[in-house]
C-alpha cells in the first residue's frame, strides 16, 4: 500500500514538471547587421539637334539627358545657359538658353536616355562672325531618384 | 519505502523535466549573410539574415525586428525601415535559415545619407513548434 502512494505520488510530480517545460519553451534571437545605400553616378546632357539661329531668333533644340546609374531618376530642372566663344571669335553670350519648366517630367530608367526641348536666343546684336557657328552652351540639370 | 523512492528518483530523471533545463531558451543567432547595397531614395534591397537555432529542438520564429542605427550626425536612422519578419519560420535543431528581409529607404531621405552604412539590431522571439 505504501508503495502505490510513493508510484502516484511520481507520476503526479513527472506530469507537473512536464507542463511546465512545455509552457516555458521559448527563446529569444539577437544580432547586428548593416545595409549601405549609395552614391549617385552623374548624368551627361549631350545635345541632339537645333540649328537655324539668326540676330534675334529663337529656336528650339533638343537635349538628351543619360542615366548611368542602377535606378531610375527623375529631371527636376535644367538651368538656364549662356554661349561659350566659339572658334570663328562669336564672343560668349551670344547665345542664351532658358531654363526648363520645373519638373519637366519622365523617368530615365537605368542606361537610359531621356529627350528635352529648350528654347535658344541668338541676340539681336549678334556680329557677322557669329554666321555658321557651332555654339555650346553650359547646362545644369538636376536630377532625383524615382525608384 | 526506500523503493518507492528509487522509482521516484528514476522517472523524474527521464522525465523532460531535466532535458528542458539544457534545451530550450537558448537564444538563436541572426546575422548578416552577405552585403546589401545599393539604397536609393524610394528603393528597397534585400539584407538576407542567417537565423540559427542552437538548441535540439526545432524553433518556430515567429517574431525578427530591426532597429536602425544612425550612420551619420547628418542623415536621420528613420531614413531607412526593415520590414519584419513576414511570416513564421521553423528552423530545425541545431540548423540555420536564411530569411530574406526587406529594407526600404525613404523617398525623403536627404542627400546626406549617400554612400552610408546604417547599423542594423536584429531581435526576434521563438517557440516551440
Known amino acids: 500500500m505504501r508503495k502505490r502512494t510513493a508510484v502516484i505520488a511520481a507520476v503526479a510530480i513527472v506530469a507537473v514538471g512536464g507542463g511546465i517545460a512545455y509552457a516555458a519553451w521559448s527563446s529569444t534571437g539577437a544580432g547586428t547587421g548593416s545595409v549601405t545605400s549609395t552614391k549617385e553616378l ?12 539668326y540676330p534675334g531668333k529663337t529656336v528650339s533644340f533638343v537635349v538628351e539627358i543619360d542615366n548611368p546609374n542602377a535606378y531610375p531618376v527623375q529631371v527636376t530642372s535644367i538651368s538656364a ?5 566659339t572658334e570663328g571669335g562669336c564672343v560668349a553670350g551670344t547665345v542664351t538658353s532658358t531654363a526648363s519648366a520645373a519638373n519637366p517630367g519622365g523617368v530615365i530608367q537605368p542606361s537610359q536616355k531621356g529627350s528635352y526641348t529648350l528654347q535658344a536666343t541668338m541676340s539681336a546684336n549678334a556680329a557677322d562672325n557669329c554666321k555658321s557657328q557651332t555654339f555650346t552652351v553650359p547646362l545644369t540639370a538636376t536630377l532625383v531618384s524615382a525608384a | 519505502m526506500r523503493r518507492a523512492l528509487i522509482v521516484l528518483v528514476a522517472l523524474l530523471a527521464l522525465s523532460p523535466v531535466s532535458s528542458a533545463a539544457d534545451s530550450p531558451g537558448k537564444a538563436f543567432t541572426i546575422a548578416d549573410v552577405g552585403t546589401a547595397t545599393g ?4 528603393g528597397t534591397v534585400t539584407r538576407k539574415v542567417r537565423v540559427t537555432n542552437p538548441n535540439n529542438q526545432d524553433i518556430k520564429v515567429t517574431r525578427l525586428d530591426t532597429s536602425v542605427g544612425r550612420p551619420s550626425p547628418n542623415c536621420p536612422a528613420n531614413a531607412v525601415t526593415v520590414a519584419p519578419l513576414a511570416a513564421p519560420i521553423v528552423i530545425a535543431k541545431n540548423k540555420s535559415a536564411d530569411v530574406p528581409l526587406t529594407v526600404r529607404m525613404a523617398a525623403s531621405a536627404p542627400d546626406t545619407c549617400k554612400s552610408l552604412t546604417f547599423p542594423l539590431t536584429y531581435s526576434g522571439t521563438a517557440i516551440k513548434p
Open chain 1, 42 to 53: 552623374s548624368s551627361n546632357i549631350t545635345p541632339v539637334s537645333g540649328e537655324g539661329l
Open chain 1, 81 to 85: 545657359g549662356s554661349s561659350l566663344l
Open chain 2, 39 to 42: 539604397l536609393v531614395p524610394g
